[in-house]
Structures are given as structure tokens and as C-alpha cells.
């Protein structure tokens, strides 16, 4: 900044005050006008409103949620005991801890947002809201049995999904993403850290379906867990699927290119697509490729080939698919002779297990970068990011909490959503059709309505919702009538 705009640094008016008589005069009448007006608009403040609430529409999510009995569900499998003078099961602690982390409270410090929400008491039905030390006791009282039952309900959410939508074919992409630590929280570590070097971090490992970008499996770790021999991982991907979908195939990126993981992929008998990290040998192929001219254009910018062979530690050789892209030439200051300058490569290689056209190989892994934008819903969008518990297990627990939110938010906004805004992210979401400022009154026969603002967009979005939501009352009931007894 430079010294003389700053504001400390300005020269005092040293005028005399008989020269400056003319302006103050002048700024006390404005002021006087401007008080004088203030006080005309002023209203007075009563905080005796019960029935108002920053979340107008959360009543659509509370329907939801009655509709595929996700209390029941809670309450079925966790099997956390409260003692014998406790107010709130953990049923309901867990109930009200999905309703924050779906309107945006990430934080057990800013859940008194809730708590001092009249109009949310009243859509839940509660007289009182507990204090957000109860929730911390909450996850203080889990163990590793409890990280258990809520994979439970994730995988019981998926379940009762794919019951009601049908089988399918999938493939599942897996990624890492680095939690940044700013405390001293148990199991940090410094490791990998692209943003905050030298910090210490975890590590959240995520496999989502691409079809239907639900969360399958999460892990979280220790900021040096490495992306080898992750079969345990693996095994949960495959036990958590629906038993109605069918694994095509899995796709990652060069963090899980090793021996050991594609073992695992091929004893499942399914393809993968993982993207090979560019070792020596590798290397070595490329060169060829291009000494003998092995390369099949696809458009002016990328070509593919392909070369079956071993790395020298492994026991086999498998198939490698190779991209070439030309980049454009660099701009240079220095004027150009009339020489013909060699282009320039990027190149990406990925292993697989598929016997499609190279080029497919290639196109069918792309779709892979999803998860990015998954992952960055879960972080932007359910607080993913935010490991602030000193307790490694709290922060675990807490983690598949926002994972179960995210699969929730995921199937209502699919189910009851009008086209045009099933796209829109989390906090979009939010701003423009959940929380939405609203009073509820009521209109007799113990019934009562939700009053909003004038907004013609939002009423065709909200008519829409409340059409698709009694389709899908009535799409469960049919299914209900058709299981057996």
C-alpha cells in the first residue's frame, strides 16, 4: 500500500475553523435530516415470534426422511445405551445431527442455530432442542462397534435405494483426499499435503458410484497411509453394494497403481481402469511408441496406442493404454526463424483390464474424474474437510455421519427434485429453495402452512416437489404391497 492513501498517513486539515465553519455546518444538517429519518423508519424489535424459522422448506426433507423411515432405521442399528436419566435417544441425537449437517451446521458449536429456531422445533415436533455438549457426549460415548453400525445405515440407505429404483450396472471410482489438521488431533500426520506442507493431515479415502455418485465406502486415516495393498478396502467396497448392482468395473487414479491392488480388481473378476504412475520402464515405452511411429490419431490433439508388458517386479504382464496430447507451442519473445520446431507431448497411461478399443479404455476411465466433484460436495457442501475433534474415532464417526447426510441429500434431491434444479450443489440448494425464511401458521383443524415471500420461481419449484413427493409416497406403497408378506 502506498504510504500517502493510506488513511493513518493523511495530512490533518489545518485549515482554521472559520473556513471550515461552512462544512460542518453542512455535515450537522445532514446528520440532523439523516436522524430525523432514521427514526421514522425505525421498528421496534420482539423476540415473541414461535412460529418463524430460517429454514421454510425443511419440511420436505423431514417428509422424506418419514417417508423411508430413516428414525426406524437409526434407532435399528445403533445400539449406543444413554443412561437411565438421559432425555434424548440416540436415535434422535443422530436424527437432529443429520437435519444440521443437511441445512449446512457442520460444526457442533453452531448447532444452537437449531436450537434457537422455533419454526424448526415445530417441524420436528420439539419442545426443546438439546446443547451441543450433548451431541459431543454423544460421539464421546462411540467405539469402533459404533463406526461399525453407522457403515450400517449408510449401506442400509443404499439398500433401500436400489430396492426401490432397480438394478443396475456401475462402476465404482476411488480417491484420496488430504484433511488439513490446525490442532493436535490424535493420528495426525505430516504426509502428502499439496496445500499446507509440512502440516499435519489425514487422509479420507472415498469410492463412490459413478451412476448415482452415492458414497459406497469411506475410510478415514492417519496422513501417511499409503494407497497400496488396500484390499480391506476393497472387500468393503464389494460387501457394501447393493446386492441388485452390478460391478462393471473400477476406476482410480496413479495413487492406487500397484501390483498388489490390481491382484485384488482382477480376483474379483471385474475390469478397472487405473491410471499408471510414469515409472522408467514406462518411460521407456513411450520412447518406442514414438521412435516406431505406433501412435493412432484420434482428432489434431490426442492419439492412442496400446503395449501389453510387465513392470520388472511384477509377476505378468498386463495392457497399457497410452494417450498423447499435443500442446500448443509456447509463445517466445525471440523472433521465429524459419525453422520447423518438433511438437511437444503430455502423456497419460492407464492400465486395464478391459479388452475394449484403446480409445474406449480412454473415454471410459475420463467420467473417473467425477469423484472430484463428489468429494468437493462433501467437503463444500457436509463439512468433510473439518476434522476438529482431538479424538481420532470422534472424527471418524463424525466423518461417516456427513457420508450418510450426503447419501440423504443425494436421494431426496433425485427423487423430488424437478429436473432443472437436481444439478444445483448443496448450498445452492440451501440459499435458494431450503432455507428459506418462513412462518408457519395455522389454518385449523390442527393443520398448518408455511408462509413465504412472493417468489414465482421458487412456488413452481416447490409445487413440483410436493407432486413428486406424493408420487414417491405412492411408488413405496406399491412396493410395499408387492413384497411378500
Not at 426433507?61 to 417417508?67: D, M, N, T, Y
Not at 422445533?121 to 446443547?131: C, Q
Not at 493436535?184 to 499439496?194: A, L
Request: include cysteine; charge should be neutral.
Amino acid at each position: 500500500m502506498i504510504p500517502q492513501e493510506m488513511e493513518s498517513n493523511q495530512v490533518p486539515d489545518r485549515r482554521p475553523r472559520r473556513e471550515r465553519r461552512p462544512e460542518i455546518l453542512a455535515e450537522k444538517r445532514r446528520l440532523k435530516k439523516a436522524l430525523k429519518q432514521a427514526r421514522k423508519k425505525a421498528m421496534a424489535v420482539d423476540f415473541d415470534n414461535v412460529t418463524v424459522t430460517g429454514h421454510g422448506n425443511m419440511q420436505f426433507i423431514e417428509e422424506f426422511k418419514l417417508a423411508i423411515g430413516f428414525k426406524e432405521l437409526l434407532a435399528e442399528k445403533v445400539s449406543l445405551e444413554k443412561g437411565s436419566n438421559s432425555v434424548y435417544s440416540p436415535a434422535d441425537l443422530l436424527d437432529w445431527l443429520t437435519d444440521a449437517l443437511a441445512l449446512g451446521v457442520s460444526r457442533f458449536d453452531h448447532l444452537d442455530e437449531l436450537k434457537n429456531d422455533p419454526g424448526y422445533l415445530l417441524t420436528k415436533g420439539l419442545e426443546r432442542f438439546p446443547d451441543e455438549s450433548t451431541f459431543r457426549n454423544l460421539f464421546s460415548d462411540m467405539t469402533d462397534h459404533t463406526f461399525e453400525e453407522l457403515e450400517a445405515i449408510l449401506v442400509a440407505l443404499l439398500n433401500k435405494r436400489a430396492k426401490l429404483e432397480g438394478p443396475r450396472s456401475i462402476w465404482v471410482d476411488i480417491d484420496d483426499t488430504v484433511i488439513v489438521l490446525y490442532g493436535n488431533q490424535e493420528k495426525g500426520e505430516i504426509g502428502y499435503n499439496p496445500n499446507k506442507r509440512g502440516r499435519k493431515s489425514y487422509l479420507l479415502r472415498v469410492a463412490t458410484i459413478h451412476e448415482t455418485r452415492e458414497v459406497v465406502a469411506m475410510e478415514l486415516l492417519g496422513g501417511k497411509a499409503s494407497a497400496h495393498g488396500i484390499g480391506d478396502f476393497f472387500e468393503k467396497i464389494t460387501k457394501n453394494l447393493p446386492s441388485n448392482y452390478v460391478l462393471e468395473g473400477i476406476r482410480a487414479d496413479s495413487g492406487f497403481f500397484s501390483e498388489s491392488n490390481l491382484t485384488w480388481i482382477e480376483d474379483q473378476e471385474v475390469d478397472y481402469h487405473v491410471k499408471a504412475k510414469q515409472y522408467s520402464t514406462i518411460k521407456k515405452v513411450i520412447t518406442h511408441l514414438n521412435k516406431m511411429e505406433k501412435w493412432e490419431e484420434i482428432d489434431d490433439t490426442y492419439s492412442v496406442a496400446e503395449c501389453r508388458f510387465p513392470l520388472e517386479t511384477w509377476s505378468f504382464a498386463r495392457r497399457f493404454v497410452f494417450i498423447r496430447e499435443e500442446m500448443p507451442p509456447k509463445e517466445s519473445k525471440q523472433p521465429q526463424l524459419d525453422l520447423e520446431i518438433p511438437p511437444e507431448y503430455k502423456y497419460q497411461v492407464i492400465v486395464t483390464r478391459s479388452e475394449d478399443p484403446a480409445v474406449e479404455v480412454w473415454r471410459n476411465y475420463n467420467p473417473r474424474c467425477d469423484i472430484e466433484n463428489c468429494i468437493k460436495e462433501l467437503q463444500y457442501g457436509f463439512g468433510s474437510d473439518e476434522a476438529s475433534q482431538q479424538v481420532f474415532l470422534k472424527n471418524a464417526c463424525f466423518a461417516m455421519c456427513k457420508a450418510i447426510t450426503y447419501n440423504l441429500m443425494l436421494w431426496f434431491k433425485s427423487s423430488l427434485f424437478p429436473d432443472e434444479v437436481k444439478s444445483y450443489q448443496a448450498e445452492t440448494l440451501r440459499r435458494q429453495i431450503i432455507s428459506i425464511p418462513g412462518n408457519i401458521v395455522s389454518v385449523g383443524g390442527g393443520r398448518k402452512r408455511i408462509r413465504l415471500a412472493p417468489n414465482p420461481w421458487l412456488k413452481k419449484i416447490i409445487c413440483a416437489i410436493e407432486r413428486n413427493l406424493a408420487l414417491f409416497f405412492e411408488t413405496l406403497w406399491k412396493q410395499t404391497a408387492m413384497d411378500p408378506a
